[in-house]
């Protein structure tokens, strides 16, 4: 395995706007970039066109390339399949993008069956679990890329209203990345300040909507973003290349990302975003933090939603399961 190689399935708007943030953001974390697409045309183009910025960057060869140049990647990207249309949810997507799921783990098996998988194509939190249910690889190498941009939304919003680095304000986002997402209220702080005792202490900082009208205009963002250009893309990549970068580097890095559970916060058989230590090899443990009771409530709420999906999608007829000793 070539530990600065990685491979991105998919070559349309996210995918490209993946490598290109790989190439120039995080110049220098990967020697070989791969893009695959079943638009060989535009895999080609799209690494000719990115490889024309790197005289401004650090060296890399992006090319294009099939299924067995992938045999020595740390990492691969699946950002292929159907793309959302206006006024669409996530989840409508389903149907459409299974089979072609289906084909890619496929074939992403056949030549390695030791690379981290990174899922960021939508709906994400069932495709996660498709790709699980699919290879019979343990839990901590797929993933989704699930609440992490949501999350970063979220922390954008709140820190332009507050007049703060956004980089100061810590909460997460957590369950579906979708309509039943829920923010995490109770633990959300500013530099390890409580967000409603900043609020108190700082007169006028704080906005005067609530936090949770909020948190509803981050939601249906995508839908707004999707309603004037057509996709979501810039947002979506600057998330995946952040969790790209904690694999590759080994950072231990705590994200909400998409992972199977098994028990934790009372949720068995499905994936959804919970705040895990992603480091080598993808996931190291997954963090149990303290919700309030509504917040878990509405986290129930939505692992009953992907539930009742992956039951729709033929996908339940065994209940997936893997060694609690996984997350060492």
Same mark, same amino acid.
């Given at each position: 395995?070539?530990k600065?190689?990685?491979?991105?399935?998919?070559c349309? @708007?996210?995918?490209?706007?993946i490598?290109?943030?790989?190439?120039?953001?995080?110049a220098?974390?990967?020697?070989?970039?791969?893009?695959?697409?079943?638009?060989?045309?535009r895999?080609?183009?799209?690494?000719?066109?990115?490889?024309?910025?790197l005289?401004?960057?650090?060296?890399?060869?992006?090319?294009?390339g099939?299924?067995?140049?992938?045999?020595d990647a740390m990492?691969?990207?699946i950002?292929?399949?159907?793309a959302?249309?206006?006024?669409?949810?996530?989840?409508?997507?389903?149907?459409?993008?299974?089979?072609?799921?289906?084909?890619?783990?496929?074939?992403?098996?056949?030549?390695?069956?030791?690379?981290?998988?990174?899922?960021?194509? @939508?709906?994400?939190?069932?495709?996660?679990?498709?790709?699980l249910?699919?290879?019979g690889?343990d839990?901590k190498?797929?993933?989704?890329?699930?609440?992490?941009?949501?999350?970063?939304r979220?922390?954008?919003e709140?820190?332009?209203?507050i007049g703060?680095?956004?980089?100061?304000?810590?909460?997460?986002?957590?369950?579906e990345?979708?309509?039943?997402?829920?923010?995490?209220?109770?633990?959300?702080?500013? $530099?390890?300040? @409580?967000i409603?005792?900043?609020?108190?202490?700082?007169?006028?900082?704080?906005?005067?909507?609530?936090?949770?009208s909020?948190?509803?205009?981050?939601?249906? $963002?995508?839908?707004?973003?999707?309603?004037?250009?057509?996709?979501t893309?810039?947002?979506?990549?600057?998330?995946?290349?952040?969790?790209?970068?904690?694999?590759?580097?080994?950072? @231990?890095?705590?994200m909400?990302?998409?992972?199977?559970?098994?028990?934790?916060?009372g949720?068995?058989?499905?994936?959804?975003?919970?705040?895990?230590?992603?480091g080598?090899?993808?996931?190291?443990?997954?963090i149990?933090? $303290?919700?309030?009771?509504?917040?878990?409530?509405?986290?129930?709420?939505?692992?009953?939603?992907?539930?009742?999906?992956?039951?729709?999608?033929?996908?339940?007829?065994?209940?997936?399961?893997?060694?609690?000793?996984?997350?060492?």
């Amino acid at each position: 395995m070539a530990k600065r190689k990685c491979a991105i399935i998919g070559c349309g @708007n996210v995918g490209s706007s993946i490598a290109y943030t790989l190439a120039t953001v995080y110049a220098g974390l990967f020697e070989e970039i791969i893009l695959i697409d079943i638009n060989q045309k535009r895999a080609m183009a799209e690494a000719e066109d990115i490889s024309h910025s790197l005289p401004f960057y650090a060296q890399a060869k992006i090319y294009s390339g099939e299924y067995k140049d992938l045999s020595d990647a740390m990492v691969v990207v699946i950002a292929a399949g159907a793309a959302q249309r206006p006024g669409e949810d996530r989840r409508s997507l389903l149907t459409r993008n299974i089979p072609i799921f289906r084909d890619i783990m496929e074939s992403i098996g056949k030549y390695n069956d030791h690379c981290t998988v990174l899922v960021v194509s @939508n709906p994400v939190d069932i495709l996660t679990y498709t790709a699980l249910y699919l290879s019979g690889r343990d839990r901590k190498s797929i993933i989704g890329s699930g609440c992490v941009l949501d999350t970063a939304r979220l922390k954008y919003e709140l820190g332009t209203r507050i007049g703060v680095d956004t980089r100061n304000i810590h909460m997460f986002i957590l369950g579906e990345h979708g309509d039943s997402e829920v923010p995490i209220w109770s633990g959300a702080n500013i $530099s390890g300040i @409580n967000i409603d005792d900043y609020c108190a202490s700082s007169e006028g900082a704080c906005p005067e909507e609530s936090f949770e009208s909020i948190f509803e205009n981050v939601r249906d $963002s995508a839908y707004r973003i999707i309603e004037g250009k057509g996709a979501t893309y810039y947002g979506i990549a600057g998330a995946a290349c952040r969790i790209i970068s904690a694999i590759v580097r080994g950072e @231990n890095t705590i994200m909400p990302v998409s992972v199977y559970l098994q028990g934790e916060y009372g949720i068995n058989g499905v994936c959804l975003s919970v705040p895990c230590v992603v480091g080598f090899g993808g996931i190291k443990r997954i963090i149990e933090i $303290s919700l309030s009771d509504e917040e878990k409530e509405r986290l129930l709420k939505s692992a009953k939603a992907m539930e009742a999906l992956i039951e729709s999608a033929g996908l339940s007829e065994a209940k997936l399961a893997f060694k609690d000793d996984l997350f060492t």
